[in-house]
């Protein structure tokens, strides 16, 4: 077993400990201060087959803040937040180089289990994609009983109950927990997707694109409970929304491409630095809505 | 400027020729619901002459004398079948799974070309080979051997209809699955099955329906019997073999009326079937109650 295994195994046994006791203390075993990296990828290039898609990419993804990717279609912002949970190599002709580490620890190290790391780094999905044949509470449920994190009844219910609170959804479903997962609508089924991702007690989320298929108050609550969850988890976020970067991030990584050159970062800074005074004119011409 | 804009009524030569073709269309679907209609029809008639009570718990009598059931043989039908899908149903699974899910390439790629080419084999073939395979080292015919020649009539269509069926499950359910770090023989067993439930068992419908009827695979591996005999292990009737040897005693009204009686009880076992296997596939695709 590699270091990584262990260290995440750690992690979580810390993690099912607490959650009895108060929410959001001792929640990282390396005790980093809040705001410290998460994640950090450095010189990360993509390709699917021969075509390069990504090139050259370093960012950090803080603890406890919204670290939002934006650019336009065809920059790479997906495959780098795929790279982030290794989902990109369920492509077949996906392969990368560069290092991402999470907690320091390298997730393509030899003998990582890409399970271990998806536990820790958890995802959503564009299309809202809770399991059809499912109970709204199995939905929640099914992946830590899987995973062995719950074992009985009462614990599970605990467990449920606070995924969905968390994902700002228990009192909308409390009722109608035995109902289908595809018996919510659009929103709802987005931050059932959330709370099943947050039930695996994950440490980063990922989000792609998550409010695009959902209308404008639907994508305003998915956008402040992103907000709250981002008072215990790290979050990053790939959007096409520059209002969305602009209102719900606190670091925002601009990508571009052109004909010579495949994705790559053109300007990081705090979001509120970069929308009030971008240091390149790409990304002003992308803001201000010239180009994308 | 109005000019430019005409609203033509449109021609009459047009509207004929669409009148013909529409015609010539309903004429070849009557053309094609006419057998069937006529096979179901002449079915009801001639079955229900025989078809009592009586005739479905007793065992047979005398080929050329009126009286006699049918019993012997529906649970023949009933015994083989059965065995037949609980070899057939987990084996054509797996290999679907095998081909779909794990994708092990060039080994999956010759599964599943023998699979379709067993699909292609007729089924006397495959009753002659167990033949070979069972009868022949045992020493005598079986209603066992009769089960194993139904199973691999089954195994392409189950194994093939899955095989699609597994091919449909929506890629950002995978993606779900994966993203959850669920192990994937849970996956598979929690969402993917369930998510294509339907389908999987319109595939063993399928394959029961084909099976039930078959005759040829029978002849020289369960080889039939004018007992009730319930013991799979012995030689054992079936309806289609039941059928047949009435059948062959067309002359006597009885016999003819049995054959009648045994073809209805043969579609009615199949009709059951699938209204059983359609209640399943709609309940394993709902959310199981809570409490």
Redesign the interface.
Known sequence: MTALQTDVRVHIATRGEETAAAPGQARHVDGTASGGAAMEVRHLSAWYGAKLAVSDVTFQARQRAITAIIGPSGSGKSTVLRALNRMLEVVPTARITGDVTFHGMDIYARGVDPASVRRSIGMVFQQPNPFPTMSIYDNVAAAPRFNGIVKGRAATDELVEQALRRAALWDEVKDVLGRSGASLSGGQQQRLCIARALAVNPDVILMDEPCSALDPIATLQIEELARELSERYAIVIVTHNMQQAARASDHTIFMSMNEERAGYVVEIGPTSEMFTNPRNKLTEDYITGRFG | MSAEFHLRPSGAMRHARDRLILGLCVIAGLVAVLPLAAVLFFLVVEGAKAWTPAFLVTPPGPLTLPGGGAAHAILGTLEMTGLALLISVPVGTAVALYVVEYRAGKLALVVRTAVDLMAGIPSIVIGLFIYALLVLTMGHFSGLAGAVALSLIMLPIIARTSEEMFKIV?R??R??T??????RW?AIA??YV??V?AGLMTGIVLAVSRAVGETAPLLFTSLGSNFIQPDITQPMSALPLYMFQNALNIGFPAARQRAWAAALTLVVIVLLFNIVGRWLATR????????
């Not at chain 2, 994966?178 to 192990?183: D, E, S």
């Not at chain 2, 394993?284 to 409490?291: I, M, T």
């Open positions: 929506p950002r359910l993606e779900a994966m993203a959850l770090a669920m192990p849970r929690s969402v369930p998510t439930a394993a695709s709902l959310p199981a109650a809570r409490n």
